[in-house]
């Protein structure tokens, strides 16, 4: 009897398996966070609400309604953006696409919408090969090559970002794409043709929309890079209008005061963005300013809960491969500020294992060597830091500082000199250094 045992213990544990299936509890709809103070001021959250709430509808209606289920991680994604709320709803959306994709494997939305969300969680691998398997699908979406565009870049595969942006420019010229163009110039120090491309952007765009501001004050940001403060001003003013309690049009406005010396009014900025939005920037950038106003109680607490905010992120990532934001870079820096020199090289060590071939990481290394005085291997770093031609005065100096603390003064002095022709309103501790050296010649 036992070779008919077999075959009726397959039949019941399918049986089973059929029954669990069908009779599984779903998961709970993640639900809508109220906003408080200035972002809850308003026609957009009056509509964002409405909006949210007649998805939700659907979904109590309709548990398997997929396309409310990547409508809403959209929205949660979007307003992860405007609250700053991270933490609760990028998890939400993932949830979500994980929902649409374990049903729907090649559901072409929701996995643009997982790329894009583990790229804005700085998964950048796990990004680009989602996005792949996204334009296997549907090769004619311009927003997907957007996606491969990012993550190239992040990568450090430069030649092939510059593809997928032309991809992108070929099948849609948007905002979008204007926007990926003005950053890939950058990235190659054609600073003039970065801010081109990005009033491009913002004129592609409608007025008010947080896309469209966020394009604004990334042109405002490149009118900083270059030194031009009146026209960056402008462009924080304008976000401002168009955008009321716009947190990163505020700490544009305090970091062109900070550039003036006038310290009392640029934490009064930075102070209400950080209110507005809790962004660890905004924490970085007020400790710096507390420090520069001679709040030294103030600037050693913002340091530390830029470093909370930054640590838990980084925690959240190592217990959940979907989740939690990578945010190892951030940390390098952070500790730089503190003078906690071998945390600063463990992380920035972290973040160089992920992604070797990427600028910003080489220059982050660069950085910490140079302040733990291992001078050769910032030398190296550097080296690969400056393989794109950019020309952002920051890179220049730390390179000119590399460079003279490795023999070579004449060469130091000349990347000083042209980085502060770029940008004179470098940040004042970089500047001092950089003129230091200029003095001794």
Same mark, same amino acid.
């Given at each position: ?34 906003? =408080? ?22 979904? =109590? ?25 991270? &933490? ?13 994709? =374990? ?268 302040? =733990? ?10 080296? &690969? ?53 200029? &003095?001794?010649?």
């Amino acid at each position: 009897m036992r070779k008919y045992l077999y075959p009726s213990l397959i039949l019941l544990f399918l049986a089973l398996g059929v029954t669990i299936y069908l009779t599984r509890t779903p998961d709970p709809v993640p639900q809508l966070r109220a906003r =408080r103070g200035d972002l809850a001021a308003g026609g957009e959250w009056v509509n964002t609400k409405a909006a949210i709430e007649g998805l939700l509808a659907n979904l =109590r209606a309709k548990p398997d309604d997929t396309k409310s289920k990547v409508l809403l991680a959209q929205a949660y994604m979007q307003e992860a953006r405007v609250t700053g709320d991270h &933490a609760y709803y990028d998890t939400a959306a993932m949830q979500l696409l994980n929902e649409v994709l =374990r049903d729907e494997p090649e559901n072409f939305e929701a996995l643009c919408c997982k790329a894009s969300l583990s790229l804005t969680q700085h998964h950048f691998s796990e990004g680009l090969a989602i996005a792949e398997k996204a334009v296997a699908l549907n090769p004619n979406n311009a927003f997907v090559y957007g996606l491969l565009c990012d993550a190239n870049v992040e990568l450090g595969r430069y030649e092939e970002a510059i593809k997928m942006a032309d991809k992108m420019n070929a099948v849609r010229p948007d905002l979008r794409s204007y926007s990926r163009v003005s950053y890939l110039r950058e990235i190659h120090g054609d600073l003039p043709g970065a801010i081109e491309a990005m009033r491009m952007a913002v004129q592609a765009g409608y007025a008010g929309l947080e896309q469209t501001e966020w394009a604004r004050i990334t042109l405002g940001h490149l009118y900083e890079t270059t030194g031009d403060l009146t026209n960056a001003e402008q462009a924080y003013r304008m976000a401002l209008t168009a955008r009321p309690y716009y947190a990163y049009a505020l700490a544009g406005l305090g970091r062109v005061e900070q550039a003036r010396q006038n310290y009392p009014e640029a934490i009064k900025y930075l102070e209400q963005a950080r209110n507005t939005v809790q962004d660890y920037t905004f924490a970085e950038e007020l400790a710096t300013l507390y420090q520069l106003n001679n709040q030294t109680a103030e600037a050693r607490k913002m340091k530390a809960e830029a470093i909370a905010m930054l640590a838990s992120d980084a925690n959240a990532a190592d217990e959940n491969e979907d989740l939690g934001h990578y945010a190892d870079r951030e940390l390098a820096y952070a500790y730089l500020e503190t003078g906690e020199l071998d945390k600063a090289l463990e992380h920035a060590k972290i973040e160089y294992d992920r992604r070797p071939d990427n600028i910003d990481v080489n220059e982050t290394l660069a950085w910490v060597s140079y302040k =733990r005085g291992e001078y050769p291997a910032a030398a190296t770093y550097m080296k &690969a830091a400056r393989r794109t031609n950019s020309q952002s005065p920051v890179l220049l100096c730390r390179a000119g500082l590399i460079a003279s603390k490795n023999g070579n003064p004449a060469a130091g002095q000349a990347l000083i000199k042209q980085a502060l022709a770029i940008n004179p309103y470098l940040s004042l501790g970089l500047a001092e250094e950089g003129r230091q050296l200029l &003095a001794v010649r």
